[in-house]
């Protein structure tokens, strides 16, 4: 199989080009997911985490859907916040896309963004069965901030 010079320069640049998104920005906060996927044909997702923004804790549910696949798995997620300007920002629904990001190492990794702009860079990994696993979006719904533990 021959590749072309074009082919393997075009994929270096790309890949310099998209790592650098990231690299002059400095996370707006940090994010952990625990979501249980489900389905046969039809399925779906829900689940629960903490966003750390600006020295606080915030709990929010996370729910989604996707067409395909078929089986049960848990899911970890834990990454960086970026673009996150303001709380009200957090909420919505965030998508999968191609965002000229390299996550590096390609496996288990992924970037969501959502209606306001906020970039989602996570790194997972997976327990159970699920052919075809992978939700198309999820939709966040802030629930609470968590209280400061008290220092005894």
């Given at each position: 199989?021959?590749?072309?010079?074009?082919?393997i320069?075009?994929?270096?640049?790309?890949?310099?080009?998209?790592?650098?998104?990231?690299?002059?920005?400095?996370?707006?906060?940090?994010?952990?997911?625990?979501?249980?996927?489900?389905?046969?044909?039809?399925?779906?997702?829900?689940?629960?985490?903490?966003?750390?923004?600006?020295?606080?804790?915030?709990?929010?549910k996370?729910?989604?859907?996707?067409?395909?696949?078929?089986?049960?798995?848990?899911?970890?997620?834990?990454?960086?916040?970026?673009n996150?300007?303001?709380l009200?920002q957090f909420?919505?629904?965030?998508?999968?896309?191609?965002?000229?990001?390299?996550?590096?190492?390609?496996?288990?990794?992924?970037?969501?963004?959502?209606?306001?702009?906020?970039?989602?860079?996570?790194?997972?990994?997976?327990?159970?069965?699920?052919?075809?696993?992978?939700?198309s979006?999820?939709?966040?719904?802030?629930?609470a901030?968590?209280?400061?533990?008290?220092?005894?």
């Amino acid at each position: 199989m021959k590749i072309s010079k074009s082919l393997i320069i075009a994929v270096v640049v790309s890949f310099f080009y998209a790592g650098s998104v990231f690299a002059d920005n400095v996370p707006s906060g940090t994010i952990s997911i625990d979501e249980t996927q489900f389905g046969l044909i039809i399925g779906g997702s829900e689940g629960s985490g903490i966003l750390n923004y600006q020295g606080s804790e915030y709990l929010f549910k996370t729910s989604g859907i996707k067409v395909g696949g078929v089986g049960v798995a848990k899911i970890s997620a834990a990454g960086e916040v970026y673009n996150l300007f303001d709380l009200g920002q957090f909420p919505g629904t965030y998508v999968a896309g191609d965002y000229g990001i390299a996550l590096g190492g390609g496996a288990g990794g992924v970037v969501l963004k959502n209606e306001n702009g906020v970039l989602l860079k996570l790194h997972s990994t997976m327990e159970g069965i699920d052919l075809n696993i992978g939700v198309s979006g999820i939709t966040i719904k802030l629930e609470a901030a968590v209280p400061p533990a008290d220092e005894d």
